[in-house]
Each structure stands twice: as structure tokens, then as C-alpha cells.
């Protein structure tokens, strides 16, 4: 079955932890991406990568960190600069950056306590 | 700033009513216009695309959306809802003249009552 593969579902971090999120694609897709979507923002971009080893930021980037070294995975580290780390966090992938149609993996739930 | 609106952020409906949620972008010139649904417990999907040709884009499940170019909008439609259509939809956008980078809309959270 091809798709994208998000782990773990749920993770709770302490205030001041780095946590990393796992992000792996079967799809041969070029292009990936990390949005945050909270309630009534929609999703917002916080980083993508059209090509290994080169991404670049989004709209919310500030906190955040990724890095591209295989086509097939694109781990986000939320770091502990981020001053608001709880949120659902989706990966997704297209064939091109700007082909259009996305395909998300199930997401990362983060809890801050 | 680009963007996208949607209107309504919770709808709720009964079974067999009719559907229309609202999109509105804020870009000019040429457009992609998306759909996405999550239901409950399951990742993003796509519903619908528009690209170009016909502005009436038929998607999954009896849903449709229509492009008016003048309006800057992209609503999406059904007549007759049902309780599987729980689920929050997203309207999105990308525009050449935004590198082409996907643009969501806040999310329009769909109720259905048995």
C-alpha cells in the first residue's frame, strides 16, 4: 500500500524538550510538507522541501526544524523556541511542489505539558 | 495577503438536507481550486480539484463545487446530505503567482444529525 506514514500518533513533551516527528513516503514523491492545523487556522505551513537535501520555510517556521536527507522522509524537530507546541501536525507529499493535489499522512498529535 | 475564507466554520444539517459551504480566495490570476475532507479518526482527502475547462467539478460521493471566476469563489455543494458526511472540510488554493504553494481555508466543521 503506498501512502505516507506519520509516527507517533500521539506524543507529549515537557516544556523545553526537542521532539522529533517522523514523516515517511512509498510514493516517489518529490516534493513534502509539514503543516500545523489548529482549530478554525485550518493548515499552515511550516516547512517544505521540493527536492532532497533543499527545503525551505513556510509560513510558520519559527521554532521548527527539518531536514531532507532521503526522498522517502522528512522528520520535523519541534524545538523547545516554539512558544506554542501543542497541535496536530500533517505531513504531506505531491509529486511536484506546486503539482496541486497533496496527500497527507494521518498525523501527530503533540501535547505540551 | 493571499488567502482563503471560509465562511462557515460549523454547520450542522439533517439527513437529506442540501449542502453549500462557502470558499473565497483572495489571489488574481490563474487558480487551482481544491476540496479536501478529514472525517473523524482519518487523514485529509481529497474531495474535488478544478484545474481548468468546466467550472462545475463533479467529486467523491455526490459532492460538486462550482467556479465563478468573478467572485473569487469555489463552493462546494450537495444536494442531500448524510450522516457519513460528518467531517470538517477544507477549501484550498494554489496560484501561480504564489509559487504555487497550497493555501488552506479555515476549515468548515459539518454536522450531520441522524
Known amino acids: 500500500d503506498g501512502g505516507i506514514t506519520q509516527s507517533p500518533k500521539y506524543l507529549f513533551r515537557k516544556e523545553g524538550q526537542n521532539v522529533t516527528l517522523s514523516c515517511e513516503q512509498n510514493l516517489n514523491h518529490d516534493a513534502m510538507y509539514w503543516y500545523r492545523q489548529d482549530p478554525g487556522q485550518g493548515l499552515r505551513l511550516i516547512y517544505y522541501?521540493?527536492?532532497?537535501?533543499?527545503?525551505q520555510k513556510g509560513d510558520i517556521a519559527e521554532g521548527y526544524s527539518v531536514s531532507r536527507e532521503k526522498k522517502e522522509s522528512f522528520p520535523l524537530t519541534v524545538t523547545s523556541a516554539q512558544k506554542n507546541p501543542t497541535a496536530f501536525y500533517l505531513c504531506?507529499?505531491?509529486?511536484?511542489?506546486?503539482?496541486?493535489?497533496?496527500?497527507f499522512g494521518e498525523g501527530s498529535r503533540l501535547t505540551v505539558l | 495577503a493571499q488567502s482563503v475564507s471560509q465562511h462557515n466554520h460549523h454547520v450542522i444539517l439533517s439527513e437529506a438536507a442540501s449542502l453549500e459551504l462557502g470558499c473565497n480566495y483572495s489571489?488574481?490570476?490563474?487558480?487551482?481550486l481544491f476540496w479536501y475532507v478529514q472525517y473523524p479518526g482519518q487523514h485529509l482527502q481529497l474531495l474535488l480539484k478544478y484545474f481548468s475547462g468546466d467550472p462545475l467539478v463533479k467529486g467523491i460521493k455526490g459532492f460538486e463545487a462550482e467556479f465563478i471566476k468573478s467572485k473569487f469563489s469555489f463552493n462546494l455543494r450537495k444536494p442531500s446530505v448524510q450522516w457519513s458526511d460528518t467531517a470538517e472540510y477544507f477549501c484550498?488554493?494554489?496560484?501561480?503567482?504564489?509559487?504555487?504553494?497550497?493555501?488552506f481555508g479555515g476549515g468548515t466543521r459539518l454536522m450531520v444529525k441522524p
Open positions: 489571489y488574481g490570476g490563474t487558480v487551482n
Open positions: 504531506a507529499s505531491s509529486i511536484q511542489q506546486g503539482a496541486g493535489e497533496l496527500f
Open positions: 522541501s521540493q527536492i532532497v537535501n533543499d527545503f
Open positions: 484550498a488554493v494554489n496560484a501561480n503567482n504564489a509559487g504555487n504553494m497550497l493555501t
